[in-house]
T-cell receptor
């Protein structure tokens, strides 16, 4: 079963704080793990992605941590800003699959 | 704007009516995807084209749904005999042919079936 489980469902963080969103997967054939960001009224947009041959990838304030043995990966947003308030989706894809499987999303609110 | 465009942005229809949505992908992208998103859920895959060939369809795609991509350019998604459960945001995305190339989503068509 292709599933990606995401938590928490919603998150409130103060400006300047660290936002952490977690995802877990079951299918060991998954080998590509992107995070998408979606603002209200817009389609999702790729934020950052990782492959399982590395344990961490950082792009600016956004970091993905990957734990292959635990089949878990997480998104960390450092120095969270009100402009980061959006819904974040983790996703996964295997080389044998043509499409992404998305988590249910985390609604992040960064309070000023 | 060279992004993915979808039309219409909103569609309200009565149960039992047919609706058709259009997606214009990024011009150089040969892969096109349709996803459905309901409130509080992530996008759910419906179907996928590579050029004009429809290569995969989800079990979510009932017989009332049909998608086309003539000439490998724009795509249409038609829902026949709409039901209230079809109310959702329908998202189109495109990507290049490279492995793990990012999906570029449009802003979706929000369908409300009354």
């Amino acid at each position: 079963q292709q599933q990606v489980k995401q938590s928490p469902q919603s998150l409130i963080v103060q400006k300047g704080g660290i936002s952490i969103i977690n995802c877990a997967y079951e299918n060991t054939a998954f080998d590509y793990f992107p995070w998408y960001q979606q603002f209200p009224g817009k389609g999702p947009a790729l934020l950052i992605a990782i492959r399982p041959d590395v344990s961490e990838k950082k792009e600016g304030r956004f970091t993905i941590s990957f734990n292959k043995s635990a089949k878990q990966f997480s998104l960390h947003i450092m120095d969270s800003q009100p402009g980061d308030s959006a819904t974040y989706f983790c996703a996964a894809k295997g080389s044998g699959y043509s499409t992404l499987t998305f988590g249910k999303g985390t609604m992040l609110l960064v309070s000023p | 704007d060279t992004g993915v465009s979808q039309d219409p942005r909103h569609k309200i229809t009565k149960r039992g009516q047919n609706v058709t949505f259009r997606c214009d992908p990024i011009s150089e992208h040969n892969r096109l995807y349709w996803y459905r998103q309901t409130l509080g859920q992530g996008p759910e895959f419906l179907t996928y084209f590579q050029n004009e060939a429809q290569l995969e369809k989800s079990r979510l795609l009932s017989d009332r749904f049909s998608a086309e991509r003539p000439k490998g350019s724009f795509s249409t998604l038609e829902i026949q005999r709409t039901e209230q459960g079809d109310s959702a945001m329908y998202l189109c995305a495109s990507s290049s042919g490279q492995e793990n190339s990012p999906l570029h989503f449009g802003n979706g068509t929000r369908l409300t079936v009354t």
